[in-house]
């Protein structure tokens, strides 16, 4: 069987209809926020690149350099001058040995500041400077344009800023690594000497769709939190900075994770039980059906639409068998190919027998004699 030349392809294309786009921006309690959806959208957005205080936000970018300057199995021993840091702890003890895995987590779950500072200095070969250095490097490399650390906990000091475009791009960058995406998911944490340590993270226990996120709070930063939800094949990642209150901020960033879910639906966007194209055959035998072998399912954005491509022969010679490839569909949202398909026979079409093409040729002689006559 030979396929028509690529010239004598029939090539449609055509606009979907839309995806019915979800309601209006929720009022979100809180100074700033920032929402981005996994394929890249800005969903919502208020005073996002705007740089202020994000408390034990900063966590998340301490715990992203350690790990790409120690291993996990590293034993580091608390020195005496941390424990007395101030604010959230880890309830570390001077001169006890931890592995840089369980300091970690120590610092996620219960946001110790303790936890902090130990991996810091064990990182910064005792220099807290050295350590904030690798921060603000690792901030620029990420093109956290609006960032700048001053320490590796996050309490108030001049200097010390973020805002919550960045802490988004922050958090989303941690969450892709398995560890940490692990240890700020987690409720509650063990540590050596039967110390049972609880996030401050509240929307774990009680909103299911939340992945995992790192929570703050001090004077100038005001509640804050960096988290992913997911839900039906969704993420989304969002940030609120500065709310009145840590029940206010819960509600802020649920609100504002739960618009971002209802951003986007599951689309059938090749469907297999649709004839996408038809060629023609010859000597009077049937048309050919092109059809999806199976249907292909998107999360895609609502409010938007999508472009078909069909790209297929106007006629074949025969025979043509069942499944076989006669062509191609491609979907695209803007520029964006989101969904492809080989186009298939949906059934075999043998070749004329020669009774048939005879028959064929009489009457098509008759009537092309037919049309001299007249």
Partial sequence: MRIAQLA??????????????????????????????????????????????????????????????????????????????????????AGEQLTVAELLRAMLVPSGNDAADALALHVGDGSADRFVDLMNAKAA??????????????????????????????????????????????????????????????????????????????????????????????TVYGTVLGSPSRGERNEALRELLAYGLAQYRRVQVIDNGRVYASATTGYGQPDVELVAPRPLVRTLRSGRSLLERVVAPSSLTLPVSEGQRLGRVEVYDGNTLVASSNLVSAAEVPDASLWAKTRWYVAETAKNLWGIVT
């Fill in 8 to 93: 004598a392809a029939l090539v449609l294309a055509f606009l979907l209809a839309p995806l019915a786009a979800a309601g209006a921006e929720p009022r979100i309690d809180a100074a700033t926020w920032y929402l981005v959806g996994d394929d890249g959208s800005v969903l919502a957005r208020n005073g996002a690149s705007r740089s202020r205080a994000i408390a034990s936000i900063t966590k998340v970018m301490t715990a992203v350099v350690v790990l790409e300057q120690a291993s996990l199995s590293d034993v580091v021993r608390v020195p005496p001058r941390i424990t007395g840091v101030g604010e959230s702890s880890a309830e570390l003890r």
């Fill in 141 to 234: 490399e990420l093109g956290l344009t609006d960032t700048s650390f001053a320490n590796a906990h996050g309490l108030d000091e001049q200097g010390h800023v973020s805002s919550a475009r960045d802490s988004t791009t922050l958090v989303r960058y941690a969450l892709g690594i398995p560890f940490l995406r692990d240890a700020m998911s987690r409720e509650t944490l063990m540590l050596p000497g039967g110390r049972t340590l609880t996030t401050t993270n509240d929307l774990l226990a009680s909103w299911p769709p939340l992945v995992a996120g790192k929570t703050g709070h001090t004077v100038d930063a005001g509640w804050s939190q960096a988290a992913a939800a997911a839900k039906r094949g969704v």
